[in-house]
C-alpha cells in the first residue's frame, strides 16, 4: 500500500485482509512485531499516516495505564507491604514509559497498532477526490 490514490477500494480490502493474515501467520501479539511488519506493508503516504497515528493512540495507552496504577496503589489499603511496593513500581515504571515501551506491552502494543490500522482505513483511499471509486465493487 503507497497512498490509497492508485489502489480500488477493493484492493485497500484485500490488503487489510492479508495484513491480518500475516499478523496471524508471523504470530504478531504485541505491537512492536505489528509496527515492524507494517513497516515492510506500507510506504509512502499511507506509513506516514500510520505512523502518525500510532503516536497518539500511544500516548493516550501510557495515559490510561497511569490513571490505572495510580487507582491501584491508592487503592491498596497497605497492609501487604509486598503488595504495596509492586504497586508502586508499577506505576514508576508505567509513567516512565515512552512509544516504543508502550508498543512492548502485549495487549496495548497491539491494540496501537490495530488503532493505527483503523485510523489508515479511514481515510485510504476515499479521501482523495481526484480519483473516482466505484464503492459498489466492494463484495
Known amino acids: 500500500m503507497s497512498d490509497g490514490v492508485n489502489e480500488t ?3 485497500v480490502v484485500e490488503w487489510f485482509h492479508n495484513v491480518q493474515q500475516a ?3 508471523l504470530n504478531c501479539t504485541t505491537g512492536t512485531l505489528g509496527k515492524q511488519v507494517l513497516q515492510k506493508f506500507v510506504r509512502g503516504s499511507a506509513l506516514s499516516s500510520f505512523n502518525a497515528a500510532a503516536i497518539p493512540l500511544a500516548t493516550a495507552a501510557q495515559t490510561k495505564a497511569a490513571r490505572q496504577a495510580q487507582a491501584a496503589a491508592n487503592a491498596d489499603n497497605g497492609n501487604d507491604a ?3 511496593n509492586g504497586l508502586t513500581a508499577t506505576l514508576a515504571t508505567v509513567q516512565g514509559m515512552d512509544n516504543d515501551t508502550a508498543l512492548r506491552v502485549n495487549v496495548v502494543g497491539e491494540a496501537i497498532v490495530v488503532g493505527a490500522l483503523h485510523e ?4 485510504l483511499p476515499f479521501c482523495y477526490p481526484t480519483k473516482s ?4 465493487s466492494i463484495a
Not at 471509486?133 to 459498489?136: R, V
Open 23 to 25: 499478523f496471524a501467520g
Open 120 to 123: 489508515l482505513a479511514t481515510w
Open 9 to 11: 477500494p477493493r484492493e
Open 82 to 84: 509486598a503488595r504495596a
Open 133 to 136: 471509486h466505484n464503492l459498489s
